[in-house]
């Protein structure tokens, strides 16, 4: 079984994607999937088992072996791991800095993707972001879309994200981390950042949040409607 309705978005860091699919998904009325978090969940599961991130096999064998509980609350993903939620330590400037290695380790991505599968398989209607979902977990899903932003724009927001939490880093070191993020999302051999051939690009640099909704929803709308 497949959901009846998948809309995948996918862009690189900070473009705003995880909002705009949350957003989304509430308007309408789809569960939303946050893959982002899954590979974030498999690095501190590793981190905490405190395994060499180089080693392919033993983050296999922590993919395989951790059990990985993902739900939705209140909008916000929540992440158990091993039974215990996890959500709150995801997000971590150490986590967001080693989740490349995990990105690019195929055995752990196919894991990844067949849970992905699983969820849509499960819901009716989703709304799922990442930098894979239309080119390589749901090839055939209704609506494609991938979001860009200029890189400067995009710190800018990281950096909006983070006010109030210490993390004691300056728009430069942010602009850097997010510039590595995308050099290492787009190299990689396996499920790299790139637009689907059919996938629709917003570019978001002038956008609000509500405008990139209203454009998304906008699109949607109009393909719903020539497939009924
Ligand atoms: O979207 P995010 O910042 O939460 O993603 C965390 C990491 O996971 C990032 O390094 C890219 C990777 N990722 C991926 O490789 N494929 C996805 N579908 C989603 C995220």
Redesign the pocket.
Known sequence: MMADLIITIDGP?ASG??TVARLLAQKLGASFL???????AVTLAAMQAGVDLNDQEKLLDIAQTCKFQFSVEADKMIVCIDGIDATEHLRSPEV?AN??Y??AAPKV?EILVQMQRQFAADRQKIVT?????GTV?FGDADVKFYLTADASERARRRQAELAGKDTGQTIEQIQKIIDE?DK??ENRAV?PLKPAEDAIIVDTTNLSIEQVVEKLSGHVRGKCSKKN
Not at 129 to 133: A, I, L, S, T, V
């Open positions: 860091a994607k995880s946050d893959t982002g978090a899954m590979y974030r967001t989740a490349r995990i990105a991505r972001e990442g930098r894979d979902q977990a993020r290492s999302d499920g």
